[in-house]
Structure formats: C-alpha cells, structure tokens
C-alpha cells in the first residue's frame, strides 16, 4: 500500500499512527504478534482477501487485535 492508497482510507488522519495488518503468503502465523497488536495505540486495520479464508482471517483476527477496519482489495 502507498501512502496514497492510506489517505484513501475513511477515518486515517494525518499524523496518526497506523498499523495496516497483512498476513501475507508464508506460514508465519500472525496469532503469535497478536498480544503486541492488541496493546498498540495505533488505529489498526487488516487487508484481507474477500475469499472465505480471508473473512474467516479478518473476522477473527479482527475480534483478537480490537481493529479499527478491515480492508478488502
């Protein structure tokens, strides 16, 4: 995402500090960051496929982290 693609995101002010989540293709499980992610003062939002695991990944994600959105492409 560029900093253009962020501005287009309703309710980001400028210098506010944001963390967009993306899982991405590897098995790295984004679970374990998920207490570091929780604690941050940051507005946080997920980028996830709109394919059911995507949801599912959002959705529970979501519900874990306390996100401010998800984003889908």
């Known amino acids: 995402?560029?900093?253009e693609d962020i501005n287009l995101i309703r309710g980001i002010k400028q210098n506010q500090s944001v963390a967009v989540i993306y899982r991405?293709?590897?098995d790295t499980?984004?679970?374990a960051v998920?207490?570091?992610?929780?604690?941050?003062?940051a507005k946080k939002y997920i980028f996830a496929d709109y394919d059911f695991?995507?949801?599912?990944?959002?959705?529970?994600?979501?519900?874990a982290i306390n996100v401010?959105?998800?984003?889908?492409p």
Do not use: P
């Not at 401010?68 to 889908?72: E, F, K, S, V, Y």
């Open 1 to 3: 995402m560029t900093a």
């Open 24 to 26: 991405g293709h590897d």
């Open 29 to 31: 499980n984004i679970y």
């Open 34 to 41: 998920s207490e570091i992610l929780k604690t941050s003062f």
């Open 53 to 63: 695991a995507g949801l599912q990944l959002a959705n529970t994600l979501s519900q």
């Open 68 to 72: 401010t959105g998800i984003i889908l």
